[in-house]
């Protein structure tokens, strides 16, 4: 773990403790000690996850004061996440070296302009730069730009969706970031993305936070589809909602229980599949995009309405359909779309074709395992 001279870390699951030899010049958005300072100590304090405090600051001049950081030289945040679990990352381009911390859960993942909600399970990206340059006041303000710039996209490279909306998410709720120089090395008057020191920044800003991520809340760029689904409000619960609402029994097959049991079975097997989560996630990215009125020749407005002149939603269904089940997935899915059952109807035109047909598909192999065709 490189960090700038004289600059150490340790962590706990209690906190996170970065110490200088020598103040370093900061600027943060910390609850303690925010804006700028000179300090010595940046501490980051872990908290319960139902944590409610009138005086958040007076809680961190306790913390401060147990690990035994002076109050008036230690920058300090609160985290629900675990701070053991924190991602890493240095970039060295040149002589100018900028090592990033981060401590991130995205339980209380947030669309920038969003209506928000109330969250019982808060989650919190506290992220720390720091760089072995001379920076002026109006680089520090430019670096504070770029990293969250980089952090942002960190959050879309692993396709972290809101927890409001379910759209995509650009932060959380509660983010805060804190820029620190050493005040070595050359002077940068700028850390844009033309920059060495601005590439250097988004770069390691871009790792650190995509290695606290996936440490402390498990999402991996190749999670399953069904998880994907559930980040965007579409759970195992529904797509089982679906199929029985349109589901037609005979007292051969046994109980419903039998049944539910081979739809979860031959759900899993369908969503395994890389090319039917191609197609799913296709579809779903092009629902994004006409949402914010990106498909040439259709603005949002248009593509709310489903206009019968757009049939690629129903080309992606008639692919997903017919790859899990053949001809037979493929009337099943005429079926499903005419009456569009649970959260099927509510969705967007490219989401209920989609999720429309691979409940179709399931549901036609569901069909011919109780009758012994498969």
């Not at 991602?87 to 381009?93: A, D, K, N, V």
Request: some cysteine.
């Amino acid at each position: 773990m490189r960090l700038p001279h004289g600059v150490t870390l340790q962590a706990t699951r209690g906190s996170l403790t970065v110490r200088s030899t020598k103040h370093v010049r900061v600027l943060s958005s910390a609850v303690l000690n925010g804006g700028w300072r000179m300090a010595d100590s940046i501490l980051i304090q872990k908290v319960p996850k139902n944590f409610r405090c009138d005086n958040p600051l007076a809680y961190l001049l306790r913390a401060a004061a147990r690990t035994h950081l002076d109050a008036n030289t230690t920058v300090g945040f609160l985290t629900a996440a675990d701070p053991s679990k924190f991602g890493f990352s240095t970039c060295q381009i040149g002589r100018i070296m900028v090592s990033t911390v981060a401590t991130a859960g995205t339980s209380n993942s947030a669309r920038a302009g969003e209506p928000i909600k109330i969250s019982d399970s808060p989650g919190t990206i506290n992220t720390l730069v720091l760089t072995n340059t001379r920076m002026t006041d109006g680089c520090i303000v430019n670096a504070l730009q770029t990293a969250t710039e980089a952090k942002t996209l960190a959050l879309r490279e692993l396709d972290i969706r809101s927890s409001n909306s379910g759209g995509e998410a650009t932060c959380t709720t509660s983010d805060a970031l804190v820029i620190g120089t050493t005040n070595e090395g050359a002077v940068c008057k700028y850390a844009g993305a033309a920059t060495e020191l601005g590439r250097a920044i988004a770069e390691s800003v871009r790792l650190a936070v995509r290695d606290g991520i996936t440490k402390h809340d498990k999402i991996l760029p190749g999670r399953s589809l069904l998880q994907r689904l559930y980040e965007r409000g579409i759970d195992t619960k529904d797509l089982e909602d679906a199929f029985f609402e349109k589901y037609i029994h005979h007292q051969s097959f046994g109980s419903r229980n039998r049944v539910r049991k081979r739809f979860r079975k031959f759900l899993e097997e369908a969503s395994s599949d890389h090319n039917v989560a191609a197609l799913v996630l296709a579809a779903l990215r092009i629902e994004d995009d006409g949402c914010l009125g990106l498909i040439p020749g259709l603005s949002e407005k248009e593509f709310v309405r489903d206009p019968v002149s757009l049939l690629a939603d129903e080309l992606i269904g008639i692919a997903i359909s017919n790859y899990i089940a053949g001809s037979k997935g493929l009337f099943e899915y005429v079926r499903f779309d005419r009456r569009k059952p649970s959260v099927i109807r509510r969705l967007g035109p490219f989401g209920d074709d989609a999720i429309g047909a691979l409940v179709a598909g399931v549901s036609s192999n569901v069909y011919s395992s109780l009758l012994g065709k498969r």
